[in-house]
């Protein structure tokens, strides 16, 4: 048989060499070579820059665990795992692979991907990728998540996802809320179907759900009261917030949507309290316009009856005193007309007070002169009731208008008198 010449794209062995050597020189990503006896032959440029370890450092694999991982138990587990896995033949191609934290030589811990793959002789072959940036990001992506979702969950308020299919995703407070299945919510392809009756200003609740989606999409936001309909038929007042929010590739739609029906009835009885306290209010404002009238009215009369006991023991029992005092009183008399007096001053005592402020300085014979002055009586009547002469009369007149600040003044002193109370 004729010997056949190898083809063109065949290479030798050291070729082959030559051309991982090249590849493993030139990779972003470490690449480490251990022999049957776990010593290190071959570790690439980027390993060392990735632990900070070069050949030297670590020449055999048991050292290089012990200083990625001091932690006994930890390190014995890690090489179980890492024999394990050659003896399943783990390959590079393979999706499976390791992530472990690792404590490099100055002390640093990264993420590192481990894939491996078993070469001939017994010999590993095991790269090394850095995922600590993905790693922290995708943790704190994670963590974002779940804190996303346990508010999702745990808030009392609907929240649903819409994009242009329908309804995608709920919280269990959406299916209390609406008391319906997620069934349900997930057949339903636009909002407006979920309360279907006509709304409060006569307009359809699928137009008036398209101007609101219209308006988030235009602003990013839509906040508006709407009226909902549960599965029975029974409706509820609810709060309504549209957010349009990047999902990956996509724009959706999340509906915040809050139950006020408390708020409503707390609000119309608050309402209702206020008109009945404007009501009381009313009430309450005529019966003191009717309390003040009333003391007014009492304050007249108590001045008028005032005036009218001062004014009669002036007029009725004040003559007559002075004239007993003139008569021949023998002291036992005397003593009886002196405690008479005192009496009848301590009588009308309460009310002079203020008919003095009214008469200020006013005589008793002034007093009673003023007094038929109100009554109408002229000058003339006057002095023939009191025995005296008219211009004695006038004298008290004159004094009177002096006394009340008439004096060249076009004041009626009976208008005056009458005036005052």
Not at 93 to 105: E, I
Not at 344 to 369: C, K, M
Request: with cysteine; aromatic share 8%; glycine share 4%.
């Amino acid at each position: 048989m004729k010997k056949t010449k190898p083809q063109q794209n065949e290479k030798s062995p050291r070729q082959f060499e030559e051309l991982f050597g090249f590849l493993a020189e030139a990779a972003p990503f470490g690449i480490s070579i251990v022999d049957k006896k776990e010593q290190f032959e071959y570790v690439n440029p980027a390993f060392t820059d990735l632990f900070g370890y070069s050949l030297q450092d670590i020449p055999t694999n048991e050292d290089w665990f012990h200083a990625a991982y001091p932690d006994p138990a930890l390190r014995q587990k890690l090489l179980g795992i890492y024999n394990q896995d050659f003896s399943k033949r783990i390959g590079i191609g393979n999706k499976r692979s390791r992530t472990y934290k690792v404590r490099c030589k100055n002390g640093r811990k990264k993420v590192i991907q481990f894939r491996g793959i078993p070469l001939r002789n017994g010999k590993k072959l095991v790269t090394y990728e850095d995922i600590t940036a993905r790693y922290r990001a995708e943790k704190s992506v994670k963590e974002s998540e779940l804190k996303y979702r346990t508010l999702f969950e745990s808030t009392p308020d609907a929240i649903m996802m819409l994009n242009k299919k329908g309804f995608f995703d709920c919280n269990d407070a959406t299916l209390k809320m609406f008391d319906c299945s997620a069934k349900k919510v997930f057949s339903v392809t636009h909002p407006g179907s979920l309360s279907p009756q006509i709304q409060p200003d006569g307009s359809d609740s699928m137009e008036a759900a398209n101007n609101h989606i219209n308006t988030a999409l235009q602003t990013g936001s839509c906040y508006f009261e709407w009226t909902h309909q549960r599965m029975d038929g029974t409706t509820f007042p609810a709060e309504v917030l549209l957010s349009i929010f990047q999902l990956g590739r996509r724009k959706v739609l999340q509906a915040l949507v809050r139950d006020i029906t408390p708020r409503k009835q707390a609000k119309r009885k608050l309402k209702k309290r206020e008109q009945e306290l404007e009501e009381k209010s009313n009430n309450l404002e005529e019966v003191n316009t009717a309390l003040r009238v009333l003391l007014k009215k009492r304050e007249e009369d108590k001045a008028r009856l005032e005036e009218k006991v001062l004014l009669n023991m002036r007029e009725l029992a004040s003559p007559y005193l002075e004239k007993l005092k003139k008569t021949a009183l023998d002291a036992r008399q005397t003593s009886f007309l002196e405690i008479l007096e005192s009496n009848l001053n301590d009588v009308i005592s309460p009310f002079t007070h203020r008919l003095a402020s009214t008469y200020l300085n006013l005589t008793p014979t002034e007093i009673q002169v003023a007094n038929l002055i109100k009554q109408g009586k002229t000058s003339k009547e006057i002095a023939e009731l009191w025995n005296l002469s008219s211009r004695t009369v006038e004298f008290h007149r004159d004094n009177i208008r002096k006394k009340l600040q008439l004096k060249n003044k076009k004041t009626n002193l009976r208008s005056y008198l009458l005036s005052l109370r």
